[in-house]
């Protein structure tokens, strides 16, 4: 039969060994025009996988042999996709800090696709629990990321899967096999003389200056990066007390914080007052950046 179901020959007819319909017929000469036909198509179809991705899969061969593939996108075309959506709700329900880790998943699958497998992008139902493997070992191994960093890559990798199938993506659940799991972290507690040793400490550049007070900073409110990152002036408001206050919102919950400012904090912001853009507290940097340099502090 050929891949149309149009050419049938009794299997008494066919040649097993030739590999195809035997005699002159006109029957047996449509079968072998067919079986010919789907070679080519399937010798097509090889070639092409082996020159975009440097390997080929037999089902994926078999699926654009029957054209069960048309209209099926890349796994990068689907990033991209979803971190467009995703820069849109910016402000909105998210912030920019986490649409960057997504930009992030995109540079770090591409890196992965073109060390592992020497390609730029793969179909995204070639995205299997294997290719996820080793997708997890390249960021422990070649991005140095600890367990619960590479996870948290995984997750949104996983995320954008879901955005796939919402868009209506007809694929296997490469997660059904792959789990996701978090070690648990016991952290340390700062006491109140290391805190101390830290804030009178004398440092050399004024760029540690900084990370040490907004590192300080964020000890004595509780605040997270990220709502130190955004606090403005007006959230600094006299209270019934007479005392200030830090009047915000958590960036990530929306829930309500009212933070009495001690002495330390206070010194902290009248050191900064007034000479940040956008009438912001901190000169904060980014996340990335203030980790750098809070290891380097640690060091000294």
């Known amino acids: 039969m050929s891949s149309s179901g149009a ?3 009794s299997i008494r007819k066919y040649g097993v060994k030739a590999g195809k319909a035997i005699g002159r ?3 047996a000469s449509d079968v072998n025009t067919a079986l010919d036909n789907l070679k080519v198509a399937i010798r097509k179809s090889y070639d092409k996988q082996m020159e975009d991705y440097g390997y080929a899969m037999p089902e994926k061969i078999r699926n654009q042999v029957l054209g069960l593939e048309k209209g099926a996108k890349s796994l990068v075309e689907y990033i991209d996709l979803h971190n467009q959506q995703y820069e ?6 998210t912030t920019r800090t986490t649409f960057i880790r997504y930009k992030l998943v995109k540079e770090r ?4 696709l073109k060390q592992k497998y020497n390609v730029s992008d793969i179909p995204i139902r070639d995205l299997t629990p294997v290719v996820l493997e080793n997708f997890y070992l390249y960021l422990r191994k070649d991005c140095i990321c600890e367990n619960n960093s590479s996870m948290k890559t995984m997750q949104r990798l996983r995320k954008i899967l879901c955005f796939a199938k919402n868009m209506g993506e007809a694929m296997a659940g490469p997660y059904q096999s792959f789990r996701v799991h978090f070690d648990s972290v016991d952290r340390e507690i700062l006491t109140q003389e290391e805190i ?3 804030y009178n400490k004398e440092f050399i550049t004024g760029r540690l200056e900084q ?7 964020a000890c004595y409110t509780g605040l997270s990066y990220i709502d130190v990152s955004n606090l403005r002036e007006d959230n600094i408001q006299e209270a019934f007390d007479e005392s200030l206050w830090v009047m915000t919102k958590r960036s990530k919950t929306g829930v309500k914080v009212n933070v009495r400012l001690l002495d330390i904090p206070n010194e902290i ?7 940040q853009k956008n009438g912001k507290v901190l000169p904060v940097i980014t996340n990335q950046k203030m980790n750098d340099y809070l290891k380097e502090t640690a060091d000294i």
Request: a positive charge; hydrophobic letters at 40%; proline letters at 0%.
């Open 7 to 9: 050419n049938w020959i």
């Open 25 to 27: 017929s006109k029957e």
């Open 88 to 93: 849109n709700r910016v402000g909105v329900n």
């Open 109 to 112: 699958v591409q890196d992965f």
């Open 196 to 198: 101390d040793a830290i």
């Open 211 to 217: 990370i040490r007070d907004i590192f300080i900073f």
């Open 269 to 275: 912001i009248d050191r900064y007052r007034g000479k």
